[in-house]
């Protein structure tokens, strides 16, 4: 039931005919909302970003289908929204749209989305190449080299040239940075390859994004709703997807300040599909999840999982989430009904409702509702019909798209890739410095002994050669043995 308070509140939905609300201060508790296909997820999810940017919070949320972009413009009247009007007391409601950023990895439906090798990090790198212990090893030291060389890893070719020139001096790292295996180097270079495929490289560069540019409002004070395109990315890369999500939410830890209790947010996240965060991820990947999602509240953060059952999310995290929306689950399979039963036991329970039964009978747009209340304590359970959004159910359409990304406030900051000298460039110029040395050596044996090396022929390569040929493969495949050749490819001949 709606608590009477003065603090700021959203309105999610109406249970007997009081307004059930999330309060503003609690809501850097997390919450989930979960369901079936088709139970009304996506309208939940709108209904909580319009309150939220309604309060003045900022929203980032993963457009999974292209179905939310419709919360840029205003909605149109529907009988089913007079229904659930004349059922839910919300006299302020009112068709309009939300001030909207459109953001795509691939920059053709929204502004790029880039970061980089090392704000990514190791950890979250390691997981979406799938690599074993060992790899993830290498990796580490790599990373530890670039640190102690002074070397930025901006994009993928850096992380390829320098594990190639790890790989080609191995020996000489193996006392301070450990084994450095060929055949692991070469299984690491396989997977860059893999997710150059997948579109991470346009991913991974400058410049990166800038975590501000997701906590605006607008000039009425309403929070900007930034929506990241995700129909393609989870399609084909899921797990680029879910190393997205974790690279953001580590970002927002790790940049933002402690703020102490406060009456709203400074940003909620809404991650869709969530179960792909979690997804074959390695025990120390899990535990680092749990431990930012518990921390990052008291940086004003509030993250909001989206997924069709609960058990998608390990326990630890479950155990977090204060707001709780459980749209309708079918059991039909012996899987389905534990995750019913485990629905039931996660509510705090209402004498009048049976979970387990409630929770396969809701109708599309209702859902079981759990959520803090002033004291931090979880409300009982309730059978709640929830709000009908403000904005546009269903897409933009292209040109509406477009205009929106015109008059966006990051309108061309990020459209150009930027490729500043970082450590495919140093390895480039230290090979060239090597290969000029090189040659200038060759050259005065070539002087002293002419007669002794015309009688040799050309059986084995010189000094100058071995090392140009190392040069080349130094700087990795691609675009860096295409600028290798340009620039020395006379010497090579």
Known sequence: MSETTTQPALPIGGANGTLVEQLGVMSNRHGLVAGATGTGKTVTLQVLAEGFSRMGVPVFAADIKGDLSGIATAGKPHKEIDRRLGLIPRPQYSQRGYPTMFWDVFGKTGHPVRTTISEM???????????????????????????????????????????????????????????????????????????????????FGEPALTIKDLMRTDFSGNGVISLLDA?????????????????????????????GDADTPVLVLFFDEAHLLFEDAPKALLNKIEQVVRLVRSKGVGVYFVTQVPTDIPDDVLGQ??????????????????????????????????????VTQLATGEALVSRLGADGAPSEVEITLICP???????????????????????????????????????????????????????????????????????????????????????????????????LGSLLR
Not at 231 to 249: G, I, M, N, V
């Open 121 to 203: 990090g190791p950890l979250i790198l390691a997981n979406l190449m799938d690599l074993n212990d060992t790899q993830t090893g290498i990796l580490y030291a790599a990373f530890a080299v670039a640190d102690d060389e002074g070397m930025l890893l901006l994009d993928l070719k850096d992380l390829r040239s320098l594990l190639t020139w790890m790989g080609d001096n191995a020996k000489a790292l193996r006392t301070e940075y450990g084994n450095i295996s060929g055949a692991s180097i070469g299984a690491i270079q396989r997977r860059l390859l893999v997710l150059e495929q997948q579109g991470a490289e346009a991913f």
């Open 231 to 259: 129909t393609r990315l989870t399609r084909e890369s899921p797990k680029l997807y879910a190393a997205l999500l974790l690279w953001l939410l580590s970002e927002l830890f790790e940049e933002l300040p402690e703020r």
């Open 321 to 358: 989430l204060g707001l709780k929306v459980q749209h309708a689950l079918r059991a039909f399979t012996p899987k389905d009904q534990k995750a019913i039963r485990a629905v039931a036991q996660s509510f705090r329970s209402n004498a009048s409702i049976d979970v387990e039964e409630a």
């Open 389 to 487: 959004p403000e904005s546009q159910i269903g897409p933009l359409d292209n040109a509406e798209r477009l205009a929106a990304m015109d008059r966006s406030p990051c309108n061309g900051k990020y459209d150009a890739a930027v490729d500043r000298e970082s450590a495919y460039e140093m390895l480039m110029q230290r090979s060239a410095a090597a290969a000029e040395a090189a040659a200038k050596v060759e050259a005065e044996e070539a002087r002293a002994t002419p007669k002794k090396r015309a009688s040799k022929g050309r059986q084995r390569q010189g000094v100058g050669e071995a090392l140009l040929k190392s040069a080349a493969r130094s700087v990795g495949r691609t675009l860096g043995t295409r600028l290798i050749r340009g620039l």
